[in-house]
């Protein structure tokens, strides 16, 4: 079982490396590869990687990681065509769509494998709670983010919104599930949090038999925040 992790140097905000810790614990033989700025990622060398994962950066980490994959534009889509699992969480799915738009009319160019563009305003955060739906499984999860991005064309979501805002405030589509590929604007640990769809994705990447660690404590803290969430009286944005 190997995850690779793309440019770790280039940080991991809101705790989001407790994705792949999370899963790595689920199986016994896992390798976590760390793939570093000016190094090949190993799924384009090597058809031996079971998820590719990238989470939160800094707007600057953003351009440097964008220079980066711009080299292997081609492969990443041959990969993501062929099936293989990948997983961005936070605003590292903005480098997959066409552009981002800051405040001032800048726009930056992006990979334009999805087509889907991101509006930025430094000055105005925007942080949530949120509520969706995976499958038949409720997803909790936090948003702290500068940018909403817009659907230019019609995607699959990731998740369906229950409470929160979603990709924007005009849809309740949250994110894009295309084949293997899986993106989402949900930051921190989020597999911590969603103990079912981490065993669903744990399956999906080959894990056998996943067992999710401290899983009765993890149940307890999921239903009590799902709970808390979907309660009316749950202000969402702060």
């Known amino acids: 079982m190997k995850i690779e992790l793309l440019y770790p140097e280039l940080s991991t ?8 810790k999370i899963l790595s614990k689920c199986s016994d ?3 976590i ?8 990622p190993r799924f384009i060398k090597s058809n031996d990687v079971n998820l590719v994962y990238r989470g939160t950066m800094t707007e600057k980490a953003q351009l440097i990681m964008l220079n980066e994959l711009f080299k292997y534009k081609k492969d990443i889509i041959d990969a993501i065509e062929a099936g293989q699992h990948m ?5 590292s799915l903005e ?3 066409s552009k981002i738009i800051d405040s001032e009319g800048e726009i930056i160019k992006c990979l334009d494998i999805f087509h889907h563009h991101a509006r930025r305003d430094l000055l105005k955060r925007y942080n949530s709670l949120y ?13 702290s983010q500068f940018t909403k ?27 894009i599930r295309y084949k293997n590929f899986m993106s989402t604007y949900l930051i921190g640990p989020l597999l911590i949090l969603n103990p079912d769809f981490t065993i669903w994705l744990a399956n999906e990447i080959g ?12 149940r307890e803290a999921y239903d009590f925040r799902l709970n808390e969430y979907l309660d009316p009286n749950t202000g969402l944005s702060y």
């Open 13 to 20: 905000l809101y705790g989001d490396i407790a994705n792949i």
């Open 29 to 31: 033989n896992c390798e």
């Open 33 to 40: 590869i760390e793939t570093n700025i000016g190094s090949t």
């Open 87 to 91: 997983l961005l969480t936070g605003n």
């Open 95 to 97: 480098l997959f769509g």
């Open 131 to 143: 509520v969706g739906e995976f499958c038949d499984t409720k997803i909790v999860g936090y948003k």
């Open 149 to 175: 991005s817009y659907y230019d064309n019609e995607y699959e979501p990731l998740f369906n919104t229950i409470r929160g805002v979603a990709f924007n405030d005009e849809t309740n589509a949250e994110g």
């Open 207 to 218: 894990i056998k038999n996943p067992e999710f660690p401290n899983e009765k404590v993890a």
